[in-house]
């Protein structure tokens, strides 16, 4: 078998990246044969594939899984875009099979700093590059303390400090009623009192990042990079329900710069967002692609793709490049939920001993 990628369950974005390599594909003389993975039956996700697998669901069946894979298919180049510190680990082992390994970073040190807020914009200032300032709470008590020394609390907010999917993120508001949070839980807006309440139920103290309030817009911006080396960007500034899509300014060169700094490795993510000054800060990076990063294609570049040639040794780095900037033109759009049909039975479903 010629050019074959694999695809391992990945948190958000599994699908899009599939279906934007195969889109490039088929338009070219070039034959790719493209392996998806899930450890649950995400038929959605695994029928776009020309051949689906079923994941194991623990560390200890995974390599020999891998092993096997590899060996059956020819498998030149495999991204995960979950358990990747699992994968780091056994990054050697991996690319000893002759296989180019993708975990999103270059080392476990980074994929632990991201995974971090509080460490994370620590990094970032000693780096010179502007983030949200970020005090982390260690109990109930230091954050009331915090609250009750604040000039303006309308003006603070916390997030966990370990988290993902903006979940666990409140602005606080002296003027939201108590019922406030289970009315309009969407305004992310709660009453001092009432988190501070909550928080002291609470056995186990997760630690909380506070930070001040940032008025946005958000940039979020996806990437392909190569060892810190950023080959392809393309920004989206969120503004209500329409995200536009660049490719300068300063919040997309603070993202490169940002995965730059993180030896970012694969489809990665940066978020900033804009200070009182209207100046970009960071809030994070994800070593991985985004949820969103599927929207980008409307912008004519194919990061996924881009991904793909470079991997499979397609395309040269420069012509890469060159590709991401001459085939992007801005764009606006709005995300909708949609329906697509669901195939309850696979017709490319493999077994994993490989007897395909
Ligand atoms: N300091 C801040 N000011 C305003 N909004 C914020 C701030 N920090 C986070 N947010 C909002 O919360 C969301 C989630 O925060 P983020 O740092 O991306 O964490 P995660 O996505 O890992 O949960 C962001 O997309 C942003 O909309
Ligand atoms: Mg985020």
């Not at 493209?34 to 689906?52: F, G, K, M, P």
């Not at 609250?147 to 999917?165: E, F, R, W």
Request: aromatic content about 8%; charged content about 20%; glycine content about 8%.
């Amino acid at each position: 078998m010629g050019h074959t990628i694999w695809f391992m369950e990945g948190l958000s974005s599994q699908r899009d990246i599939i279906s934007g390599v195969q889109e490039f594909f088929k338009h070219t003389q070039q034959t790719v044969t493209l392996i998806a993975s899930h450890h649950h039956q995400r038929n959605e996700i695994l029928s776009l594939a020309d051949i689906a697998l079923i994941e194991p669901d623990n560390d200890e069946q995974r390599m020999d899984f891998i092993v096997t894979t590899v060996k059956n298919y020819g498998v030149k180049a495999l991204h995960t875009g979950r358990n990747c510190q699992w994968f780091e680990t056994h990054r050697q082992e991996i690319e000893a099979l002759g296989v180019s390994l993708t975990t999103g970073a270059t080392s476990i040190t980074m994929l632990t700093l991201a995974d971090d807020k509080v460490e994370f914009a620590r990094a970032m200032e000693a780096h010179g590059l502007p983030v949200v300032p970020s005090l982390r709470i260690e109990s109930a008590e230091a954050l009331r303390h915090q609250l009750s020394s604040a000039d303006n609390k309308q003006a603070l907010c916390v997030k966990p400090v370990t988290g993902i999917y903006g979940m666990g993120f409140w602005r606080f508001d002296d003027t939201a009623t108590p019922m406030s949070v289970f009315t309009h839980p969407d305004s992310r807006k709660v009453h001092p009192e009432m988190y501070l309440y909550a928080l002291g139920q609470q056995e186990d103290f997760r630690p909380l990042v506070l930070m001040p309030y940032l008025p946005g817009p958000e940039y979020s911006i996806d990437m392909l990079v190569e060892k810190g080396r950023v080959i392809a960007a393309v920004a989206r500034r969120k503004e209500g329900a329409l995200q536009y899509l660049e490719q300068s300014g300063p919040a997309f060169e603070l993202g490169k710069a940002c995965a730059q700094v993180m030896q970012a490795d694969g489809l990665v993510n940066v978020q900033t967002r804009n200070n009182e000054k209207g100046e970009p800060v960071l809030l994070e990076i994800n070593m991985r692609p985004s949820g969103g990063i599927g929207y980008t294609r409307h912008s004519g570049v194919n990061l996924p793709a881009l991904f793909a040639l470079r991997q499979l040794g397609l395309m040269g780095e420069s012509e890469a490049t060159l590709l991401a900037t001459d085939s992007f033109t801005p764009a606006v759009v709005r995300s909708m939920t949609d329906v697509i049909l669901y195939h309850p039975t696979l017709d490319n479903l493999s077994v994993s001993n490989g007897s395909a």
